[in-house]
């Protein structure tokens, strides 16, 4: 089974632009999270997305949003880019057929680079 | 709030030793409890999940948690330098709506 794939796996923009990063998920998995990683702030939870729908949200600014259509891709679109949000985002998917534990599966990352 | 605190290290341990890993949490609602590995460049990759009190194994890593103490640490046996590497330890308080949690992880070294 393939694993989650995120597109573009690099990115290089300039204050003020916005930009839109892809995400499909494991086959069969109907949640998708995203997260961003930088040196000084580790792993943050963006959103989480179920059946097109955004259950949570980290605490990250409106500039910060994102989508999940009907097969359960999801885009993630940050808006007004600043400096500060030169980071590693990534992309996990969820079966969410445990009742317990969602274990969440990472993509290879989109690196995000603002100028 | 729901703070996951990781000594971020380095920590050298010599090959075919035992390298024990260490998280501490805050919230004490934290259900799930999970161990990512993390290469440089790399996205994280699970190594394993424990949601109950004792110890968990899989294979040359063993996962224990203490709800009372709030901790839960990672043990990785028979140190091989392939397992050098940044290890996350990520928390989830329940439903996976709100997400992974995660430590700032612990850079460790395994020496040859």
């Known amino acids: 089974k393939a694993g989650v794939t995120q597109t573009p796996r690099y990115l290089i923009k300039t204050r003020g632009q916005q930009v839109t990063l892809s995400c499909s998920p494991i086959s069969g998995h109907r949640s998708v999270s995203w997260y961003q990683q930088t040196p000084g702030q580790g792993l943050q939870f963006l959103f989480e997305?179920?059946?097109?729908?955004?259950?949570n949200k980290g605490n990250f600014p409106g500039r910060f949003s994102g989508r999940q259509f009907s097969n359960s891709r999801s885009e993630m679109n940050v808006s007004t880019l600043e400096l500060g949000d030169s980071a590693l985002y990534l992309c996990a998917s969820s079966p969410l057929t445990s009742g317990i534990t969602d274990t969440q599966y990472f993509g290879p990352g989109t690196r995000l680079t603002v100028l | 709030q729901k703070e996951v605190e990781q000594n971020s290290g380095p920590l050298s341990v010599p090959e075919g030793a035992i390298a024990s890993l260490n998280c501490t949490y805050s919230?004490?609602?934290?259900?799930?409890f999970f161990w990512y590995r993390q290469y440089s460049g790399k996205s994280p990759e699970l190594i394993m999940f424990?949601?109950?009190?004792g110890d968990k194994e899989d294979g040359r890593f063993t996962a224990q948690l203490n709800k009372a103490s709030q901790y839960v640490s990672l043990l990785i046996r028979d140190s091989q330098p392939s397992d050098s590497a940044t290890y996350l330890c990520?928390?989830?308080?329940?439903?996976?709506?709100?997400?992974?949690?995660f430590g700032k992880g612990t850079h460790l070294i395994i020496q040859p």
């Open positions: 990520a928390l989830e308080v329940g439903g996976g709506a709100d997400g992974l949690t």
């Open positions: 919230d004490r609602g934290s259900q799930s």
């Open positions: 997305y179920f059946s097109e729908t955004q259950r």
């Open positions: 424990i949601y109950s009190n």
